[in-house]
């Protein structure tokens, strides 16, 4: 029922910043656990972010601790859409970018806890 779509990866040096945005279909979109993950070629997909909204006035926003004070999650929910913006970035970030959904406030850090997932970009970073 959740389609994501996510766009805004690219070829970035080192240092550079690149802004992410996840799409995402439904009427519900305000009450989902919205979550950033990653994938490099031979890794396992690993938890970025995630957003979630436990009061109306503040988001609840989660980070993994290698990109902590570099990178931001927001959303928008008038527009059904996430952002993961992207600053500082290293040749260690590059992977492909995953957006996740699932409904209701959750930990959002594991992937098994999300129902929808979109195809992913690919965020490459030079040095």
């Known amino acids: 029922q959740v389609q994501l779509v996510e766009s805004g990866g690219g070829l970035v040096q080192a240092g550079g910043s690149l802004r992410l945005s996840c799409a995402a279909s439904?009427?519900?979109?305000?009450?989902?656990?919205m979550g950033w993950f990653r994938q490099a070629p031979g890794k396992e997909r690993e938890f970025v972010g995630c957003i979630s909204w436990k009061y109306t006035w503040s988001s609840n926003i989660y980070y993994a601790d290698s990109v902590k004070g570099r990178f931001t999650i927001s959303r928008d929910n008038a527009k059904n859409t996430v952002y993961l913006q992207m600053n500082s970035l290293k040749p260690e970030d590059t992977a492909v970018y995953y957006c996740?959904?699932?409904?209701?406030?959750?930990?959002?850090?594991?992937?098994?806890?999300?129902?929808?997932w979109g195809q992913g970009t690919q965020v490459t970073v030079s040095s």
């Open positions: 996740a959904a699932v409904s209701g406030v959750r930990q959002g850090r594991v992937r098994e806890e999300y129902d929808y």
């Open positions: 439904g009427r519900t979109f305000s009450t989902y656990t």
